[in-house]
């Protein structure tokens, strides 16, 4: 009798807040629990082998907290965290930090040699983007990104139908998404300063539009509101609204409206408020997060420890009717399906195929940094525009692949004009 050697993919995690716990912690305990298992590779362990952090706090107070529930892993702090970790033989590492710091810590990732996995925005230029991917390249290791609203089941319904011919050329397209002031002013007061809510959450909503309809970015503008989370005439933004224009192969546009906030009062009924709708030429496509869930009123609880409408889509706990507790939702599912691509690469056969495997899951646009361009395009354009605006320079206009570079801000009235970035977005 034979039995096969235990599979065994090792992670590293560097930043361990809000997005952690949510998110990543219960994936990690699942699969301390259950593992991973596919005809395709196999049964394998996951095990969480080490952790990066600035201080090493919440890491502790992780560990203490979870016991048994998760592997054991190593815990580093301090400026060389992300270098300590990565000594510890990693298969894939997981970046979670605030979006300014994605890009020191993904290349450390990448040219260690070790599979990448990194929060939306990836990084907030084309220039580190490009970096990005070469080193990903050269390493032969997958690099990709979490857009975890591609796999709300809202979304993909819509994209199955545009996919399917049945809704046919969008035309136009509006996305909200409002969040509470204890996310400014509590969770993320520590990284806010000079910082908007547009590039946090709107991100979601480029990817959505430019993985679900194609077509080439073409303008982006905006604007925003100050005053709240930080001085009225400083760099810290409560809300942003930005229009992106695309051009599709017939030569028809569509313009998209993106508006974000992290100022709505704390005594909101939601954890959020999203909203989409997208109009098309034989039809129309709405979505409410609010209005799809459910509303719950509890005294003493309701609407400040817990909200009134639960998104249970996107990340909930439940006593499941065979008795068991579990934590699932599409927030958890989008990781877990990246731990199952670093599976399939690193155990899904021969070693000499694995440059077959590796080519397979980089085609997959929803996530690899090679199909990140515009999203990025998008982001560096907004940021670029706020940070004209904050120093008296509102109303500018960033356009793509025009006659002057691949990313160009033009100020209104004026013949000057920044290239942003060089190349071909």
């Known amino acids: ?52 952090t600035r201080t090493g706090k919440r890491a502790e107070a992780y560990r203490n907290r979870a016991g048994d529930a998760i592997h054991s892993f190593e815990s580093f702090s301090g400026e060389d965290s992300v270098d300590q970790m990565l000594a510890a033989n990693l298969d894939f590492a997981c970046v979670a930090t605030p979006d300014n710091r994605h890009f020191e810590a993904s290349k450390k990732v990448l040219e260690a040699g070790t599979n990448l996995l990194v929060e939306k925005p990836s990084v907030l230029r084309l220039q580190e983007l490009d970096e990005l991917q070469r ?19 809202d ?32 969770q993320f007061a520590e990284w806010i300063r000079g910082r908007n809510p547009g590039t946090y959450v709107a991100v979601h909503y480029i990817k959505l539009i430019d993985f679900s309809f194609g077509g080439k970015l ?58 989409v709708q997208f109009r098309f030429d034989n039809g129309l496509w709405n979505g409410h997060s609010r209005k799809r869930g459910v509303e719950a009123t509890v005294e003493d609880l309701t609407p400040f420890k817990m909200k009134n ?34 599976a399939y690469l690193e155990h899904g056969g021969p070693k000499e195929e694995r440059p077959i495997r590796l080519g397979e899951l980089r085609s997959l646009s929803y ?27 509102p109303d500018c206009t960033v356009r793509v692949n025009c006659q002057h570079g691949g990313l160009v801000l033009y100020r209104p009235g004026s013949s000057e004009y920044e290239i942003l970035y060089e190349g071909t977005v």
């Open 309 to 342: 409408s639960i998104n249970n889509h996107y990340n909930g706990e439940f006593l499941e009717p065979w008795g068991q507790r579990s934590q699932r939702g599409y927030g958890i599912e989008v990781i877990e399906r990246y731990a199952r691509e670093v």
């Open 1 to 52: 009798m034979t039995t096969n050697p235990l599979k065994t993919i090792r992670a590293g995690m560097v930043g361990m807040g809000m997005i952690f716990d949510e998110t990543y912690r219960p994936f990690f305990e699942t699969a301390r629990a259950e593992g991973l298992y596919d005809r395709k590779f196999g049964d394998v362990s996951v095990e969480l082998s080490a952790v990066a």
């Open 218 to 275: 073409k303008t982006i503008t905006a604007s925003g509101q100050r005053g709240l989370v930080g001085p009225a005439d400083g760099n810290t933004w409560d809300s942003n609204q930005m229009k992106m224009v695309y051009e599709y192969d017939d030569g028809r546009e569509a313009a998209f409206d993106i508006h974000t906030s992290w100022v709505t009062p704390d005594n909101f009924p939601g954890y959020v408020e999203q909203e």
């Open 135 to 153: 080193i990903a390249e050269e390493k032969n290791v997958l690099a990709k990104v979490v857009y975890h609203k591609l796999l709300d089941p």
């Open 155 to 186: 979304h993909k319904k819509m994209r199955t139908l545009v996919a399917d011919g049945v809704l046919q050329h969008v035309n136009t397209g509006y996305c909200s998404l409002l969040e509470p002031k204890s996310i400014s002013g509590g």
């Open 367 to 393: 996530n690899d940094v090679s199909a990140d361009r515009q999203t990025v395009a998008a982001v560096q354009a907004l940021e670029a525009i706020l940070e004209k605006a904050a120093a008296g320079e």
